[in-house]
């Protein structure tokens, strides 16, 4: 039995009110294991960014549960009942930039993620988690340490989300469009970091991206979000293959390699298709 590690039921968030109601996020439900990647995909405006920001317990739900395991209903936790649950979770964003203090360097970045945990490794054992985590991402410890944020690259930045990530060791990372303002060539690499995450730590991944072609590249199963609702919902192979709404067919014609069946296995102009399975 694969361990369920988030259960969203009934999430509804609506904004603003009168004639001006805008519902982002409508009755939204579905699981995550442990170890599973979950690509959602859909327009901009279609409500990803909501859905993460209230998994993320950014914004309050107007309805509906989100359950992580041990923990029960994260939306009815507050203050320091939150501690474990901001433990086990970590958000990517579009614009890594805006995660990060301005006035810290990725040192002082790292070392203060690191005052999350309950028993943080200290001295050299730190300076030695630190510089792992980085190598595993592709920097170069004596280059970036002592850089400020403004400094790195838009590559680097999240390149050093994901060293984050591998130093606290998260059970769920939320990514959101988190390649989207890369080029092409730093996109397949944010991915496969993400991927390597997944496999080598087993940290399940809501990856919402809306690019289809990024979701069947990285993900297990997919969720296709049409203005604030859940549309399609499955494994991604079997919702690809037989797309129901159509919102997904639509969304597949526009990605000529899939919409004609079969992705094909040559590297095509954006990034070479890999498929990332969990156990592989
Ligand atoms: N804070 C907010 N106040 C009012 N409307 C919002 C707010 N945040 C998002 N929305 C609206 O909710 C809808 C979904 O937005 P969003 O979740 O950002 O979509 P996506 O990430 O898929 O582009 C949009 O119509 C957006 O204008
Ligand atoms: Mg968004």
Redesign the pocket.
């Known amino acids: 039995m694969t361990e369920t590690l988030l259960e969203v039921e009934g999430l509804t968030r609506r ?2 009110s009168g004639r001006n109601v ?1 519902t ?2 409508k009755d939204v439900s579905f699981t995550l294991a442990r170890g599973e990647i979950l690509a959602v995909v ?12 209230l998994i993320l317990r950014l914004l309050p739900p107007t309805a509906g549960s989100i359950r992580f395991a041990g923990l029960g209903d994260i939306t009815r936790l507050q203050g320091h009942k939150l501690r474990p649950f901001w433990q086990h979770v970590q958000a990517i964003f579009q614009d890594p930039f805006a995660t990060f203090n301005q006035f810290f360097t990725v040192r002082r970045f790292l070392e203060r993620s690191l005052g999350i945990l309950d028993n943080p490794p200290e001295g050299r054992e730190r300076e030695e988690a630190i510089s792992a985590a980085l190598r595993a991402v592709g920097l170069e410890p004596s280059d970036v340490l002592m850089k400020w944020p403004h400094q790195l690259s838009g590559g680097q930045r999240q390149r050093l989300m994901i060293a984050r990530a591998l130093l606290l060791r998260p059970k769920l990372v939320i990514a ?1 469009e988190p390649t989207s303002m890369l080029d092409a060539s730093l996109r397949v690499t944010v991915l496969n970091l993400l991927a390597d995450l997944r496999r080598e730590h087993e940290v399940s991944i809501l990856f ?1 991206t ?1 690019d289809l072609g990024q979701a069947f590249y990285l993900a297990d199963r997919l969720l296709v ?1 049409y203005r ?1 609702e859940v549309v399609e919902h499955g494994p991604i192979e079997a919702v690809l293959s037989a797309p129901q709404h159509p919102y997904t067919q639509r969304l597949l014609a526009d990605v000529p390699r899939l919409g004609s069946g079969r992705p094909k296995m040559t590297s095509p102009d954006r990034w070479a298709p890999r498929r990332v399975p969990a156990g592989e």
Request: charged share 20%; net charge neutral.
């Open positions: 904004f603003g805008v982002a996020v859909g327009e901009s405006g279609s409500g990803k960014s909501t859905l993460a920001r959101d919402i809306h979000m604030g």
